[in-house]
T-cell receptor
Framework: RKEVEQDPGPFNVPEGATVAFNCTYSNSASQSFFWYRQDCRKEPKLLMSVYSSGNEDGRFTAQLNRASQYISLLIRDSKLSDSATYLCVVNIPTGGFKTIFGAGTRLFVKA | GEEVAQTPKHLVRGEGQKAKLYCAPIKGHSYVFWYQQVLKNEFKFLISFQNENVFDETGMPKERFSAKCLPNSPCSLEIQATKLEDSAVYFC????????????FGEGSRLTVL
């Protein structure tokens, strides 16, 4: 079983739609969680950190459920520019610490 | 510098040749990570450093891969005797704080092994 699992998609949605991605992690000792965005094989960039209480940044909402070991990302009012791959990232404090990436969920927003 | 600088952007090698990639982390960042991303988008962790010390090397295929971060020099990732399956984009990232900090990525080095 992979340490971080995501539905690879692709998700094809029209502009203005609301779309949600989930990510599950296997290590209950996982400490911190992030969503990164990667455009067309470029470098990943941090979209948002994920806090236990849930957090929102404009059209983006991230939630963490430690009991079920999953993280979610909700995008409201999708824009064409949201088309990208969304990577779920988990920090695991084993030994030193390890940052594990999910395989990513591909989103296409259509006009 | 203000950004993670990776060189070269593209590298082509014949099978069995050596490949060496370089990464200059953001100034003040103590932690450096190397990741390999192959076509299916999987990010494979290779190795991390805290300054010049190996922090975690559990992802490294040790028989052909080696990496260093020496003082006052860019970090390097070297692949001896490259194989076709080493073709990938190799990303370097740095961070100031382990565990909770954002990883800042370089633009990656695309290695093609023919």
């Amino acid at each position: 079983r992979k340490e971080v699992e995501q539905d690879p998609g692709p998700f094809n949605v029209p502009e203005g739609a609301t779309v949600a991605f989930n990510c599950t992690y296997s290590n209950s000792a996982s400490q911190s969680f992030f969503w990164y965005r990667q455009d067309c094989r470029k470098e990943p960039k941090l979209l948002m950190s994920v806090y236990s209480s849930g957090n929102e940044d404009g059209r983006f909402t991230a939630q963490l459920n430690r009991a079920s070991q999953y993280i979610s990302l909700l995008i409201r009012d999708s824009k064409l520019s949201d088309s990208a791959t969304y990577l779920c990232v988990v920090n695991i404090p084993t030994g030193g610490f390890k940052t594990i990436f999910g395989a990513g969920t591909r989103l296409f927003v259509k006009a | 510098g203000e950004e993670v600088a990776q060189t070269p952007k593209h590298l082509v090698r014949g099978e069995g040749q050596k490949a060496k990639l370089y990464c200059a982390p953001i100034k003040g960042h103590s932690y450096v990570f190397w990741y390999q991303q192959v076509l299916k988008n999987e990010f494979k962790f290779l190795i991390s450093f805290q300054n010049e010390n190996v922090f975690d090397e559990t992802g490294m295929p040790k028989e052909r891969f080696s990496a260093k971060c020496l003082p006052n020099s860019p970090c390097s990732l070297e692949i001896q005797a490259t194989k076709l399956e080493d073709s990938a984009v190799y990303f370097c990232a740095s961070t100031r704080d382990r565990g909770t900090g954002e990883l800042f990525f370089g633009e990656g080095s695309r290695l093609t092994v023919l």
